[in-house]
T-cell receptor
Framework: QQQVKQSPQSLIVQKGGISIINCAYE??????FPWYQQFPGKGPALLIA?????SEKKEGRFTISFNKSAKQFSLHIMDSQPGDSATYFC????????????FGAGTQVVVTP | DAGVIQSPRHEVTEMGQEVTLRCKPI?????LFWYRQTMMRGLELLIY????????DSGMPEDRFSAKMPNASFSTLKIQPSEPRDSAVYFC????????????FGPGTRLTVL
């Protein structure tokens, strides 16, 4: 069963706009929430990650917002650029399976010039 | 470091043939993961190893799939016999050291079973 649900499936945004991807998890026993970025023909690469003891983490134009009570977290890409066009995956690590990642289905982001 | 190395990058085979995918993790990493990626099912964890020992193989779809890690620098994923529904991109990833929990993925092997 899919324990991490991701939406939307795809997203088109204009250059300079904000891309927002949402994820919700069902299992409360997760303790680490990374986002991975994947370009065509490449493996996923870690973009940014957050632990449940903080509500927000920002790295450059990328921000994770985390709502523990709602069991939701989201990725915001500010000032989106054509080079951000990729597939983004949210993920979560179960506390009883240290190191194991449960991935969302992925969101394909296209940034138009 | 060269990162995670996978071979071959592309494999085309016929149904019923044996397929072996290879992975060299990043030196010093103590975890190794095998994933399968398809449009329908997304990224699925097949099996992972810690210090060369299989920890969780619950994602291996059936007995046709097997994985080994004979030493810290090499792992194989074998499919025998292969079927068209095994067509996918197979990723190897490794983890170790800092930052916490980051998995480094290889470039993947695109498998096509005709």
């Amino acid at each position: 069963q899919q324990q991490v649900k991701q939406s939307p499936q795809s997203l088109i945004v204009q250059k300079g706009g904000i891309s927002i991807i949402n994820c919700a998890y069902e299992n409360t026993a997760f303790d680490y929430f990374p986002w991975y970025q994947q370009f065509p023909g490449k493996g996923p690469a870690l973009l940014i990650a957050i632990r449940p003891d903080v509500s927000e983490k920002k790295e450059g134009r990328f921000t994770i917002s985390f709502n523990k009570s709602a069991k939701q977290f989201s990725l915001h890409i500010m000032d989106s650029q054509p080079g951000d066009s990729a597939t983004y995956f949210c993920a979560a690590t179960p506390t009883d399976s240290w190191g194991k990642l449960q991935f969302g289905a992925g969101t394909q982001v296209v940034v138009t010039p | 470091d060269a990162g995670v190395i996978q071979s071959p990058r592309h494999e085309v085979t016929e149904m019923g043939q044996e397929v072996t995918l290879r992975c060299k993790p990043i030196s010093g990493h103590d975890y190794l993961f095998w994933y399968r990626q398809t449009m329908m099912r997304g990224l699925e964890l097949l099996i992972y190893f810690n210090n060369n020992v299989p920890i969780d193989d619950s994602g291996m779809p059936e007995d046709r799939f097997s994985a080994k890690m004979p030493n810290a620098s090499f792992s194989t994923l074998k499919i025998q016999p292969s079927e068209p529904r095994d067509s996918a991109v197979y990723f190897c990833a490794s983890r170790g050291g800092e930052p916490y929990n980051e998995q480094f993925f290889g470039p993947g092997t695109r498998l096509t079973v005709l």
